[in-house]
């Protein structure tokens, strides 16, 4: 902005909700970095992917999503409600937007489940998250936080069974490209989500997952996603192999990072798919890491 410009009021609130998420970040750090899911499950009230968005700036957090997060990382609860009202803003009614939560999580819930790989429903092919991203860009306000909040908890439910179950059978998710085919996320072998990183550092993320379906794994690779759009930071390869798997054997997947050089959040998700781009599992959850890239 040219020196001596004003800033418009839209400009200003949204540099007052990017400042709060830069907070809820470092907050996060001072609590260790905890990950996401860890987070959610202390929590028993939000869902990792709430909290990741939160932290990331990606949808402003309705008070309740705040409260747990701030609980969660040991925060003053009074203090943070008063930062939250600031950032929201004036001409906004706190009321409203607290009535806007993200997805309960159940305490008997296996996290790990909710991270079967390897796509984002949407679409279609190479698209998986678009419409999200559209509604986006398109809106504001509340309008942005109820779309993604109903985009999200409608792509839960689709591991999350008997959760909103009339909402899941009203969009059931897309079928495996093959039939019987199917991968569960057993952990991460390296960097778990929410490590700090220095700028510039070069690591290799390793994941490991199984074959939990009846399908033969041949000729796949993990294919980086497009979206969501992050602070275009980590330097990746487009796409890795996938080492031929049996059904029921586990195998490990690396990938090569360089971290950004500015600070800042890094998020990665990876799909799979065959030599043409093609993806096996459409209606599943993306494979991903995040870091958070210090100086």
Same mark, same amino acid.
């Given at each position: 902005?040219?020196?001596?410009?004003?800033?418009?009021?839209?400009?200003?609130?949204?540099?007052? /909700?990017?400042?709060?998420?830069?907070?809820?970040?470092?907050?996060?750090?001072? !609590?260790? %970095?905890?990950?996401?899911?860890?987070?959610?499950?202390?929590?028993?009230?939000?869902?990792?992917?709430?909290? $990741?968005?939160?932290?990331?700036?990606?949808?402003? *957090?309705?008070?309740?999503?705040?409260?747990?997060?701030?609980?969660?990382? +040991?925060?003053?609860?009074?203090?943070?409600?008063?930062?939250?009202?600031?950032?929201?803003?004036?001409?906004?009614?706190?009321?409203?937007?607290?009535?806007?939560?993200?997805? *309960?999580?159940?305490?008997?819930?296996?996290?790990?489940? $909710?991270?079967?790989?390897?796509?984002?429903? +949407?679409?279609?092919?190479?698209?998986?998250?678009?419409?999200?991203?559209?509604? #986006?860009?398109?809106?504001?306000?509340?309008?942005?936080? +109820?779309?993604?909040?109903?985009?999200?908890?409608?792509?839960?439910?689709?591991?999350?069974?008997?959760?909103?179950?009339?909402?899941?059978?009203?969009?059931?998710?897309?079928?495996?490209?093959?039939?019987?085919? =199917?991968?569960?996320?057993?952990?991460?072998?390296?960097? *778990?989500?929410?490590?700090?990183?220095?700028?510039?550092?070069?690591?290799?993320?390793?994941?490991?997952?199984? %074959?939990?379906?009846? !399908?033969?794994? $041949?000729?796949?690779?993990? /294919?980086?996603?497009?979206? *969501? !759009?992050? %602070?275009?930071?980590?330097?990746?390869?487009?796409?890795?192999?996938?080492?031929?798997?049996?059904?029921?054997? =586990?195998?490990?997947?690396?990938?090569?990072?360089?971290?950004?050089?500015?600070?800042?959040?890094?998020?990665? #998700?990876?799909?799979?798919?065959?030599?043409?781009?093609?993806?096996?599992?459409?209606?599943?959850?993306?494979?991903?890491?995040?870091?958070?890239?210090?100086?």
């Amino acid at each position: 902005m040219p020196e001596g410009a004003s800033s418009t009021p839209a400009e200003g609130k949204r540099e007052r /909700q990017e400042r709060f998420a830069r907070d809820l970040r470092a907050l996060r750090a001072a !609590a260790g %970095n905890p990950s996401f899911r860890t987070m959610a499950g202390k929590s028993g009230t939000v869902s990792h992917t709430t909290l $990741h968005e939160a932290a990331k700036g990606i949808r402003f *957090p309705s008070w309740l999503t705040t409260k747990a997060f701030v609980e969660v990382c +040991g925060g003053d609860v009074e203090e943070w409600r008063a930062r939250w009202s600031a950032a929201l803003g004036t001409e906004e009614a706190p009321e409203a937007e607290a009535g806007v939560e993200a997805e *309960p999580v159940a305490a008997a819930d296996d996290p790990d489940e $909710h991270r079967d790989i390897v796509e984002v429903p +949407g679409d279609g092919p190479g698209r998986p998250v678009r419409r999200y991203v559209v509604v #986006g860009a398109a809106c504001c306000g509340l309008l942005i936080a +109820g779309a993604a909040s109903w985009y999200l908890r409608q792509a839960d439910d689709d591991v999350r069974p008997g959760t909103r179950a009339t909402e899941a059978r009203e969009t059931p998710p897309p079928s495996p490209l093959i039939s019987g085919d =199917r991968s569960t996320f057993v952990g991460d072998v390296t960097i *778990p989500d929410g490590t700090s990183v220095k700028v510039g550092r070069r690591f290799v993320k390793t994941w490991e997952i199984r %074959n939990s379906g009846t !399908a033969q794994w $041949h000729g796949r690779f993990l /294919q980086r996603a497009d979206l *969501p !759009a992050d %602070n275009g930071t980590c330097s990746t390869p487009g796409k890795v192999r996938v080492p031929d798997t049996a059904p029921g054997k =586990r195998v490990r997947i690396s990938v090569p990072v360089v971290a950004p050089s500015r600070p800042g959040s890094c998020w990665v #998700g990876w799909k799979m798919v065959d030599g043409r781009g093609q993806q096996f599992l459409p209606g599943a959850r993306p494979i991903y890491f995040v870091v958070n890239v210090v100086e």
